[in-house]
């Protein structure tokens, strides 16, 4: 069956970076686009990354544009999120997700909290 498992999260003060992983299992992951979401305490969840599968092309919210990278690991059946100049507002659960067919699969989600 399909499982995704996200790590790397934790506590940062803001500035600091985080880089988070999310290896999958259950399905051919090359086949698949691969998007990162959060969603904070109070808030709806928010789409924050998407890479297509072959890693040639990547969009984000304008809220991380330019902080944050996604990238993968085909061999490794992993997708990262690096995430850089982090602010408070970035505070949320990241979960990884894949869309199969007309299915989304999600993964337990790994908690960041930016605080000084």
């Known amino acids: 069956q399909v499982q995704l498992v996200e790590s790397g999260g934790g506590l940062v003060q803001p500035g600091g970076s985080l880089r988070l992983s999310c290896v999958a299992s259950g399905f051919t992951f090359s086949n698949y686009r691969m998007t990162w979401y959060r969603q904070a305490p109070g808030k709806e969840r928010e789409l924050v990354a998407s890479i297509t599968n072959d890693g040639g092309g990547a969009g984000y919210a304008d809220s991380v544009k330019g902080r944050f990278t996604i990238s993968r690991d085909n061999d490794k059946n992993t997708v990262y999120l690096l995430m850089n100049s982090l602010k408070p507002e970035d505070t949320a659960v990241y979960c990884c997700?894949?869309?199969?067919?007309?299915?989304?699969?999600w993964g337990q989600g790994t908690q960041v909290t930016v605080s000084s």
């Open positions: 997700n894949v869309l199969r067919y007309t299915r989304n699969y």
